[in-house]
């Protein structure tokens, strides 16, 4: 018996060790060149890393070379079992303020091993709240938005992109 725990005790403490000193930065700096390869660009940010994460600040984000938005901090947490990135205080480019509201307050990804082929996604802002899923196998993007008045009347044709089904707005994207 006094083996067994020994032997749980020996892997729970090297799990912890792991996650603790794992080089979260070097992971980080993987993501950005995967995120190049779809041409989208972070840059001017400041990195500080935590035991279980990595706290990111003023990160501007630039696709195909256009500045797209800024984001006032980004945390991501990681555990063995799940993992969680949390955007707070986005703030969209004024070229795209006619197209997409400016202020998001947050976004949340959620990734957990119990459900590996889901990220969940949690967002409200100017839009109103969103939440949805990613399928990572289908590759696709589905959820369900409860616009505010200000969607509803100066963002109505980015609005076109959903479904009204029984009062409520449906969005479905395969990728």
């Known amino acids: ?34 995120l190049q390869r779809q041409n989208i660009i972070i840059s001017n940010e400041l990195r500080k890393e935590k035991s279980f994460g990595l706290d990111i600040n003023g990160a501007e984000v630039y696709y195909d070379g256009i ?43 959620i990734h957990s091993l119990s459900t590996f082929n889901k990220v969940l996604i949690r967002a409200n802002g100017e839009f109103g709240e969103f939440k949805g899923e990613v399928l990572l196998f289908e590759r696709k993007i589905i959820g369900e938005l409860k616009p505010s008045n200000i969607m509803k009347t100066k963002y109505r044709n980015l609005l076109r992109q959903f479904r009204l089904e029984e009062g409520k707005y449906r969005y479905e994207f395969k990728f």
């Open 1 to 34: 018996m006094k083996f067994i725990f020994k032997s749980i005790l020996i892997v729970i403490v090297f799990l912890i060790s792991l996650l603790i000193f794992l080089p979260k930065e070097n992971l980080y700096n993987l993501a950005e060149k995967e």
């Open 67 to 109: 500045y797209t938005a800024f984001v006032k901090e980004i945390n991501l947490t990681s555990f063995l079992f799940y993992t969680s990135i949390n955007l707070d205080s986005i703030r969209i480019s004024k070229d795209f303020e006619n197209m997409l509201p400016s202020k998001i307050k947050n976004i949340k990804l």
